[in-house]
């Protein structure tokens, strides 16, 4: 991990840098699945706030839960969904655009007034592809996505997940976790546009290195 490779972590398509992370406790409810899947996606939340040192609570007072989740089939089942358009803006047209790019997932953030996120919304197809990966890493892969605002193309073509050749377990990859860490350091700021935050936060990763 190079300051350059946590630089490009951060930087959208239009080459700008944009850092934000939590402000508040984060709230998760979970729509469309069964009570076994929901306690794994629950559990991932837990496991990587826990990692940030982040809190979670039973309620958000503005917005009753600030973190959803949506699990469905097709695209258009968002548009039955009561009261979501309130929540995302322009919702048939970015229904029709992700139905069209045949797309799989997506996510939506808000944010408060130091442009700390305040709310996200992570919604799901579960295609056939989707349907057959393991649960929990399934649910680890989007609680690390949405613990921190990243880049559009941070995961693209290596996914933050390990998988464990002695036990086949899905991990975390250690210096994605060394950099959520990092970024809810209590003396990192909440949000930043500038990419010298990439440099603080590179000075502030833990990663362990074999000795000479």
Known sequence: MTPEAVQALFTRNDGNYTFARWGRPIVPIVFGVQDETLKVVKGAIEAVATLAGHQMAETDPELGANLMFFFFREWEELLD???????????????????????????????????????????????????????????????????????????????????????GATVLRPEIAAIIAAAYDRMMPVSADDASHALRLFARLRLDTPEG
Not at 101 to 120: K, L, M, P
């Open 81 to 167: 969904v009561p009261d979501l358009g309130r929540l995302i803006p322009d919702l048939p047209a970015l229904v029709a655009r992700l139905s069209q790019a045949d797309a799989t997932q997506y996510r939506a953030f808000r944010f408060d007034d130091d442009n700390a996120i305040q709310a996200a919304f992570v919604f799901l197809r579960m295609n056939e592809e989707m349907s057959q990966m393991p649960a929990d890493g399934l649910a680890l892969a989007q609680a690390v996505q949405v613990m921190l605002l990243w880049g559009d193309k941070a995961f693209s073509e290596t996914s933050p997940l390990a998988i464990l050749p002695d036990s």
